[in-house]
């Protein structure tokens, strides 16, 4: 039995949200009930959804980023020095869907503030479990991802290398306030690496100006840097997808071109890493993980309610232990269920069948209850 994170049944962090929770977000964007009720609402939401999690024994629970509109937006504009913005239009997926026109740009110097906003969702989550609370932050490789250059005025940083050390240094100090709070399992969700084996996504960084082929180390070090002084039992790992939102997806391409700066350089416990669709390529790249980290495979589809067989998950894991061993493996979805508020195309009796299916599988693979 696996006692710390991640646990051989897991997930990425993001859960659809209750349809009375969507009608309060509705509500107070409407100016119809204030800011306290919103968050009655939430509370009432994210203590209901942390015991559906335990009850189908999920070891680790999160709050199901119930209080976000968007994955990574709304930590990132908590940080001194970053502002959000209407964009002329959102972010673009295959299927020509794209989210609400929202962007982010640095007018200031990067700093941590004196209380991230986060903090306190954080506390309410392992205030109301059991389980092991886990926190989802996005990693700081998508301040830059987003908008390179153009989103950082050159007034204040002249030289982007000031702007990543500033940005690494920043995400220490909120992390460091994590762990003072009590949290041992973070999650940085680092879509940009798996977008980096993607011809199409290289061409489009290249463009713009940016060297793709210099971007793994650059973000290698600031991840590095966020992390560097967390606490011995503070487990980190990193999520890496290729887009999620509303079932559509962005990029395309298997982890070889970035998988030994990813596996070797960065200073995670573990990978939850997208396998659930041939745009994530095969599992040769597993053959390069050291031995002391863990590998939760994303087998199960975020994206569809149709329900996986337990049979087809077992094969699927006897296929990667060819390239890592089967002790170093685990099993999740590929990506969270609600990247954005609006959330996947599927039920939540169908999300909670596919976690379900997760936690059962599991317990016949590596013989854990």
Known sequence: MRTVPPFRA???????????????????????????KLRDAEDQAIAAVIQKQEAIGLRGVTDGEFRRAFWHFDFLEGLDGVESFEAPQGIQFKGGGQTKPKGLRVTGKIGAPARHPMLDHFQFLKDHTRATAKMTLPSPSVLHFRGGRTAVDPRVYPDMGEFYRDLGLAYREVIADFAAAGCRYLQLDEVNFAYLCDPEQRQMLQDRGDDPGKLPEIYANMINSAIHYRPADMRITMHLCRGNFRSMWIAQGGYEPVAEILFHSIGVDGYFLEYDTERAGGFEPLRLVPKDKIVVLGLVSSKTGVLENKDFLKCRLREASHYLDLDQLCLSPQCGFASTEEGNVLTEDEQWAKLSKIVETAAEVWGED
């Open 10 to 36: 897991d997930h990425v962090g993001s859960l659809l949200r209750p349809e009375a929770l969507r009608q309060a977000r509705a509500q107070r964007e409407r100016g119809e009930i204030s800011a306290e």
